[in-house]
C-alpha cells in the first residue's frame, strides 16, 4: 500500500469514530476513496455495522445507476448470460437456490421450447410433401397449391438448416 494511501486510511479510521458518534443509531458509515479508471487508491472503510448491500441501495436513491459502465454490471450480465446459454446446453447447472439458477431455468426451458417447435415444424414440412406427392399421383392438382406447398417447406427448410436440425 502506498504511504498516500495508508496516511489517508488511518486518518479514515481514526475519523470514522467520531463521525458515526454523530449519527442516530440505527445508521451504517461507511467511507470510499477511489481514483476513477484506477485501482491504485481504491479504498472501502465500513464501520464494523455497516452492510455493503444497504450502502450500494443508498448509492442508488441518490442516482447510481444500472445504466452506468461499471465492471460489476458487466460481469453480472455476463454471468446471466452464462447461465442462460447453459441452461440451453442443460450443462453445469448452478448449486440448488444459487441466484443464477432461475436463468439457467430459462435457458433449459426456451432450448425445450425450440425442440418442440422444429420437431412441429418437421412434421409440418413431411406432411406438406406427402399431400403435395398425393395430390400430384392423382393428378388433380391446383399448380397454386403446389407452388404454396413448395414455397413453405422452403422456409421450413432454412429454419431447419438454422435450427441444425
Known amino acids: 500500500m502506498s504511504k498516500e494511501k495508508n496516511a489517508f486510511r488511518e486518518a479514515a479510521i481514526e475519523l470514522i469514530s467520531e463521525m458515526a458518534q454523530h449519527l442516530p443509531l440505527d445508521c451504517e458509515l461507511l467511507v470510499v476513496a477511489c481514483r476513477p479508471g484506477k485501482k491504485d487508491f481504491d479504498l472501502v472503510l465500513p464501520s464494523p455495522e455497516s452492510n455493503l448491500n444497504n450502502a ?11 445504466d452506468g459502465d461499471n ?6 450480465c455476463d454471468s446471466i448470460v452464462g447461465a442462460l446459454a447453459f441452461g440451453a446446453q442443460n450443462r453445469n447447472p448452478p ?5 443464477a ?3 439457467w431455468e430459462i ?11 422444429v420437431a412441429a415444424l418437421k412434421l409440418n414440412r413431411e406432411n406438406l410433401r406427402a399431400c403435395q406427392a398425393t395430390i ?11 407452388d404454396d406447398a413448395q414455397a413453405a417447406m422452403a422456409i421450413a427448410d432454412i429454419v ?4 441444425g436440425a
Open 107 to 117: 435457458g433449459r426451458e426456451e432450448r425445450g421450447l425450440h425442440e418442440e417447435l
Open 71 to 76: 465492471a460489476y454490471k458487466r460481469d453480472l
Open 101 to 103: 439458477q432461475k436463468f
Open 136 to 146: 400430384h399421383l392423382a393428378g388433380g392438382f391446383d399448380p397454386a397449391y403446389v
Open 160 to 163: 431447419l438448416a438454422k435450427a
Open 95 to 99: 448449486p440448488p437456490g444459487h441466484w
Open 56 to 66: 450500494l441501495d443508498a448509492l442508488r436513491r441518490n442516482g447510481l445507476s444500472i
